[in-house]
């Protein structure tokens, strides 16, 4: 699907059909305000004389304009017109919205489907929107796309290897870096914690790392990514039901690969790379095991209370290795914790970290970029109760409350003192993987934390 921008007035473009936004139910000097009220008019009713999909909006708000051009492309693709006009605001904001949820009501994903639901809708004409504006909506909406088709796809094929493939091939098309380190240069790595998780699983980890360099870079990102292809709880077997969705627990990662890329897309003036932890935690004779005591790349010794909490122990290596490249910022994204879904809901991802002022800006880009988020406050009780009599520190802590906050303390724990400040961790198992569509999100991987990433790393390179 494309947009395309004409220069000319709204009205004087040629479409199939097109979309009128209707302000609270006023069909006060709308054309078609008989038929409407004929055909009792509640959000979102498509008059075939005139060709017009008139879509409801209670009031003039950027998420609900996003919400409601997806729901518009949606409901379009259901009938046989091939382009339509969008009407915009001449505001960047809002008319970014409605571009990126346009766009969005056009993904879905059907590659294990014998028959293919081809997008009807071709084209949308827009007018008097920028250029750069739709080019960025493409480019969002793209990195969404590989981000969601790569997480959706199924346990069975999606393997370590086949993210590493597929980022080595996602590399070459952005003309950028892509370093796969392999079971053995892990071993020489000495990621033994991750390389404990990925023990009882017949697929070799990978540890797949990304760059891009802009142009006079700004600034040095660096993303880490939890990529656990499959999450089967290990030897602390998850319960059959738990288990279903766990082939999103490779989120964090996808969402990596599809942030650098956008990033490579937008030409950033940045410095940016992605590394992604790609594992299975699997059971089997050699599985590593409660009560075992493991070392890391750090070098502080973990007890293992429960193989079920394997993301953080990817993590802490992965983070290991990122800070040897020195960041200006450090950005984990996994999808961690059932406790933080427990906690904010499904829709809401959360940010943790020791420096409140990088949390907050995050926050304010995340907002901006229409994904829900909500900070969570680390404290030296809870840090308290990830403390193991016998190593360094334990994988779990000892109550059962304030999950999300113990796990992002238990990586605060591998972070070194001078990148403290620098680091953010995004736990994202709510909004990763979407079972009852929401927003702009249909069944599947939503891609989680690609437009909040996105957004934050734009606000990196504005002059303030
Ligand atoms: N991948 C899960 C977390 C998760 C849960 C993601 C639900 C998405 C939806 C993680 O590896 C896990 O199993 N965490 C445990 C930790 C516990 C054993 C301390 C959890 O949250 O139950
Ligand atoms: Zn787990
Ligand atoms: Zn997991």
């Known amino acids: 699907m494309k947009i395309k921008v004409f220069k000319e007035s709204f009205e004087r473009i040629q479409a199939d059909c097109s979309v009128v936004w209707v302000w609270d139910k006023n069909l006060e000097g709308l054309s078609d305000k008989d038929t409407l009220q004929e055909l009792n008019f509640k959000d979102i009713t498509f008059v075939q004389s005139s060709k017009i999909l008139y879509v409801n909006l209670a009031k003039r708000d950027i998420d609900l304009l996003r919400e409601e051009a997806y729901k518009a492309i949606k409901y379009l693709n259901t009938l046989s017109y091939k382009s339509v006009k969008i009407p915009t605001f001449a505001n960047e904001q ?7 949820g346009a766009l969005s009501g056009g993904y879905s994903f059907d590659t294990y489907k014998s028959e293919k639901k081809s997008c009807v809708i071709e084209d949308i004409y827009v007018s008097h929107v920028s250029e750069d504006l739709i080019s960025k909506a493409q480019i969002v909406f793209e990195s969404l796309k590989l981000t969601r088709d790569l997480i959706n796809t199924p346990p069975c094929d999606a393997t370590p290897s086949y993210l590493a493939e597929y980022s080595i091939q996602e590399a070459k098309n952005l003309g950028i870096e892509c370093k796969i380190l392999s079971k053995k240069e892990i071993e020489s790595e000495k990621m033994h914690s991750l390389l404990a998780v990925s023990r009882a699983s017949n697929q070799e980890p990978k540890v797949i790392h990304l760059s891009y360099k802009g142009a006079n870079p700004k600034a040095k990102l660096v993303f880490v990514g939890k990529g656990l292809t499959y999450d089967s709880g290990g030897l602390s077997l998850k319960p059959s039901d738990f288990m279903v969705t766990m082939k999103a627990d490779k989120s964090g990662g996808c969402a990596v690969l599809g942030i650098i890329s956008a990033i490579a897309k ?3 003036p940045l410095e940016v790379h992605g590394i992604i932890g790609a594992v299975e935690n699997m059971i089997g004779g050699n599985a590593y095991k409660p009560d075992d005591i493991l070392s890391s790349r750090e070098g502080k010794s973990i007890e293992v209370r429960n193989t079920d909490a394997e993301g953080r122990l990817v993590l802490i290596d992965c983070l290991s290795y990122a800070q040897d490249l020195k960041p200006d910022y450090l950005i984990d994204i996994a999808t961690l914790t059932g406790a933080c879904v427990v906690g904010l809901g499904e829709y809401t991802f959360g940010i943790m970290g020791h420096n409140e002022e990088l949390k907050s800006a995050f926050e304010r880009e995340a ?26 520190i334990c994988n779990v802590s000892s109550t059962r409350y304030g999950g999300a906050i113990s796990a992002g303390m238990f990586l605060g724990e591998f972070i070194r003192k001078e990148n403290e400040d620098k680091w953010l961790h995004l736990d994202i198992a709510g909004p990763a993987y979407v079972e009852k569509e929401w927003d702009i999100n249909p069944y599947g991987a939503s891609g989680a ?16």
Not at 94 to 100: F, N, P, S, V
Not at 367 to 384: D, Y
Not at 449 to 464: D, H, M, P, Q, T
């Open 94 to 100: 809002e008319d970014y919205a409605i571009l990126l």
């Open 266 to 268: 937008l030409r950033l």
């Open 449 to 464: 934390g690609v437009r909040a990433c996105v957004e934050f790393a734009i606000s990196l390179c504005e002059e303030k």
């Open 367 to 392: 907002l901006q970029s229409g994904e829900l988020v909500a900070k969570l406050p680390f404290n030296s009780h809870i840090r308290k109760l990830i403390d193991s009599k016998i190593a360094d």
